[in-house]
């Protein structure tokens, strides 16, 4: 069919993160206008873009110059028919971001300045669920070059000439990973994909899988080709079942297409992808516990050696990466090796993706070449802190990794210098603290994580973990003892010494970096019985913002103890000599008129 | 409605069972789907069709918390405690959860209608704090806001029911991108 493109395309961002915030409700306003105005323009929608502090997040597109306009509400929607579409005119009030065709200049330009985009390269500008965009932006060229130009150990000399280490926190030399098993010599190997993404915190995995699943899967019969494994599972973690079904969607468009299943492109080479749900275990993510799981056993860590590359999954030889890692793999292949290494630092070479979340003015995805400084995430991309707070520290890692102090904010991120902190790289995930935030609270708050999480095998990990929390937690209630401390920090070593898997390696990190950094935190707590950042709600008092108190008397019944008081439609006080510090107030307050301090 | 093509019925899979290994969490979760928890007879009848014994089935249900033994609300809300929301304010908008639906993490309203649980992270961070109720998210939230969202859900439920039929398809009206 020969029609003429309409020029304008209207493209709703419905990652998760932009249909929580509303997108769908944006995308039935654009369907609904263009019924009745049927071929205005054309409609779309796609993934993620990153900027999700603007969601929803709606693009309009005309011969290459992209305007992105930031919470689209239904109203907003009729208004950029009105005037951008019909009229022509830009809404310069609503736009989050905007490129001329020549893909220069235009608004808040610096949020991207910074970026380099290879694994997000086509997140948030192509439908996820159409392979046909996916080859268009020249997808599965990789694949293609792989199987009719290269040799398995050419891909593999590709991927490690790159010097592509694994997203998945430890960073491992990808090539050499895989280099491992191809050398096995087994008629049955696999490939894994980790996609149980655990670090609360973290969310790019999620992002390229819903935005870009096909990137995904073609990094996995790339790696497939290279080790000489013919079956791939994806492991992906069971709360992100949006991300679940466009990987299906892009599975089945895949095997539609002889991409996927018997004799790909007349090269002899087979290759099929499942998927595997993960059912709810922080833990799986770990490689050996993820194999445990997909064998449908209770997913609990394997002693190493072994490696996977010789027994991993149902003991065959198996090639275990990240999300990400997967990602990058089909840009390296197009692009060749030296292209990636030209970006990154000396050891820590491409770009990594972190997921700004926290206190964070513009929290999102950003993806950055290696050895960006934490305080360009934070202030340039991430434009600083919100509503005028003090930046405090960064926490890197997760549960595993440990808090980086804004002094410190000129640490580049790569591999040897993050850990060098006493933090972890991890997947990503770049929660930033404001001058709200207790430490011994957040540290408090990893160790109930790791301590609900361990799987219990190891003793230390499973008990040790325990004691720390109870001792952080009563620091957090005013009741520690000068003798807290120490205690701590004995635990932990011992902890990191004794355990089998990364989990309990690492579980003390979020107690050992905070003590390191904020010992006069710990100490104002367990001496002084008082919370400086005034986050420990045993530790504060309560208070009524005058402005937003409306006198409903709510807050006054709700508390147990009668220490509101204040005339109806008045604003009311807290008296905190009587107060029991429940909270009670603060969810039930319609108006969000209580504070902590 | 697009819904996922493979999201085959929990007996078809069992039926279909050919002894492949690893298949176990993936039959529980489709009997989780199927009775919304999974019930006594369940856990007799995948170990007498895989031959596994029930006290293993039993192990893997109780190690992954996504796994239920009692049935579970028509919503299942899950507040995010990752350390996203948790900076955010995500132990106020827990307690207003338990506060509106009078009902404690893990339990389940008398009317059947919500079951609350925490999760790690939903994945939706920069919008924090965060709840999911079943598949749908929901962001930005404050004690008001998530009050307001929770009637709105009741209401609905109870306008349906009123109306005596289509509860089911009411209650369905969800924004996961359909
Ligand atoms: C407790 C624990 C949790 C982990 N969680 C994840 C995860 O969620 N995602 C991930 O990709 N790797 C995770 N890992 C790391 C994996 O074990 C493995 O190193 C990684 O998937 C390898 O992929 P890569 O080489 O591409 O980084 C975890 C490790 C540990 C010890
Ligand atoms: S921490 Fe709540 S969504 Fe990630």
Redesign the pocket.
Known sequence: MARKKRAKKVIVGMGTCGLSAGAQSAYDKFEEILDANPGSFELSRTGCFGMCFCDPLVEVRENGARVFYAKVTPELATEIYKSHIEGGKVLEDHVAYSRDAAGEGGTEADYLALQRRIVLRNCGTIDPESIEEYEAAGGYAALKKALSEMSPDEIIEEVTESGLRGRGGAGFPTGFKWSLAAKQDSDVKYVVCNADEGD??A?MDRSVLEGDPHSVLEGMAVCGRAIGASFGYIYCRAEYPLAIRRLTIAIDAAREKGYLGENIMGSGFDFDIKIKQGAGAFVCGEETALFASIEGQRGMPRIRPPFPAEKGLWAKPTNNNNVETYANVPWIIVNGASAYAACGTEKSKGTKVFAL?GKVRRGGLAEVPMGTTIHDLVFKIGGGIKNGKKFKAVQMGGPSGGCIPAAMDDTPVDFESIPATGAIMGSGGLVVLDETSCMVEIARFFLEFTQSESCGKCTFCRIGTRRMLEILTRITMGEGVPEDIEKLEKLGRQICETSLCGLGQTAPNPALTTIRYYRDEYEAHIDEKRCPAGACTALVDFFIDPDKCTGCTLCARKCPVEAISGEKKKPHVIDNDKCVRCGQCVTSCKFDAIYTK | MAQVKDQEKFTYRLWRYDGAPGELIPLLQSAQDHFGYIPRRAISYISSVTGIPESDVYGVITFYSQFRLRPMGKYVVRA?A????HVSGAKAIIETIEDELGIEVGDTTEDGLFTLNTVA?????SL???IMINDDTHGRLTPASLRKLLREYRRREEAARSEGTGSQEAAGSRADGE
């Open positions: 609360p915190g969310f979340a | 995010c990752g350390t996203a929301c992270c939903i994945g939706c961070c924090a704090p965060v």
